[in-house]
T-cell receptor, first 114, second 112 residues
Framework: NAGVTQTPKFRVLKTGQSMTLLCAQD?????MYWYRQDPGMGLRLIHY???????AKGEVPDGYNVSRLKKQNFLLGLESAAPSQTSVYFC?????????????FGPGTRLTVL | RKEVEQDPGPFNVPEGATVAFNCTYS??????FFWYRQDCRKEPKLLMS???SGNEDGRFTAQLNRASQYISLLIRDSKLSDSATYLC?????????????FGTGTQLKVEL
C-alpha cells in the first residue's frame, strides 16, 4: 500500500515550458486535491476533484489545469510555466470530503521555473 | 486579517518541557479543526482532529474555544522527535462549498 505518490519529485522548467505532474493513490479515495506551498504562506488549494471525471477550482487555479480520468489518478498541468509558479506542489486524497476527514498527502514535487 | 493565524516561531524548548501553540481563525461558522505536523521538506501528516470538548492523544492535547475563535495544541514532555512545523487547519462552509484553510505553521525545535 503506497498511499499517495507523486511524479516527478523535482523539476526545473524554463519560462513558457509545459509539464504535467502526476498524482496516484491506491486507497480508493473519492476526493483528490492539488495544493501549492510557498514560504510564509499556508498550503493553498489549486484544484480538487470529488470523484472520477469531475474537477473544480480551488483558491488559486489560474495557470493550471487538471484532469481525473481514472479514480486513482489526478493530473496537474502547467501549460506555460511562469516564475511565479515556482513552488512545492502537494497532492492529497481523502475518502470523503474534507469536513471531518483526514487528508493523506503525497511527498511533494519541487518545481523551479527559471 | 488572515483566515487562520499562527505564530511562526520558532519555539526553542528543552527536551522534557511543555509547550503550547495557539491558532486563531476568523470565520465564526468554521466547522472542523485539525492539527497537522510537517517535518522539514516532507508532506503534512494529520496529528489530531480538534473536538469541541477537547481531546487528548498521549502527550498531545488539543482544545477548541469557539467563543474566542482559537484552537490550541499542548505538547507535554517534549521529545527531540517532536521538532517539526505544526499546521493549524480549519474547515469552513463558504456557501460555495467546503473550504480547508491552512495556517502558515508554527515551528518547534526541541533541544537537548
Amino acid at each position: 500500500n503506497a498511499g499517495v505518490t507523486q511524479t516527478p519529485k523535482f523539476r526545473v522548467l524554463k519560462t513558457g515550458q509545459s509539464m504535467t505532474l502526476l498524482c496516484a493513490q491506491d486507497m480508493n479515495h473519492e476526493y483528490m486535491y492539488w495544493y501549492r506551498q510557498d514560504p510564509g504562506m499556508g498550503l493553498r488549494l489549486i484544484h480538487y476533484s470529488v470523484g472520477e471525471g469531475t474537477t473544480a477550482k480551488g483558491e488559486v487555479p489560474d495557470g493550471y489545469n487538471v484532469s481525473r480520468l481514472k479514480k486513482q489518478n489526478f493530473l496537474l498541468g502547467l501549460e506555460s510555466a511562469a516564475p511565479s509558479q515556482t513552488s512545492v506542489y502537494f497532492c492529497a486524497s481523502s475518502y470523503y470530503g474534507p469536513i471531518y476527514n483526514e487528508q493523506f498527502f503525497g511527498p511533494g514535487t519541487r518545481l523551479t521555473v527559471l | 486579517r488572515k483566515e487562520v493565524e499562527q505564530d511562526p516561531g520558532p519555539f526553542n524548548v528543552p527536551e522534557g518541557a511543555t509547550v503550547a501553540f495557539n491558532c486563531t481563525y476568523s470565520n465564526s461558522a468554521s466547522q472542523s479543526f485539525f492539527w497537522y505536523r510537517q517535518d522539514c521538506r516532507k508532506e503534512p501528516k494529520l496529528l489530531m482532529s480538534v473536538y469541541s470538548s477537547g481531546n487528548e492523544d498521549g502527550r498531545f492535547t488539543a482544545q477548541l474555544n469557539r467563543a474566542s475563535q482559537y484552537i490550541s495544541l499542548l505538547i507535554r514532555d517534549s521529545k527531540l522527535s517532536d521538532s517539526a512545523t505544526y499546521l493549524c487547519v480549519v474547515n469552513s462552509n463558504t456557501g460555495g462549498g467546503n473550504k480547508l484553510t491552512f495556517g502558515t505553521g508554527t515551528q518547534l525545535k526541541v533541544e537537548l
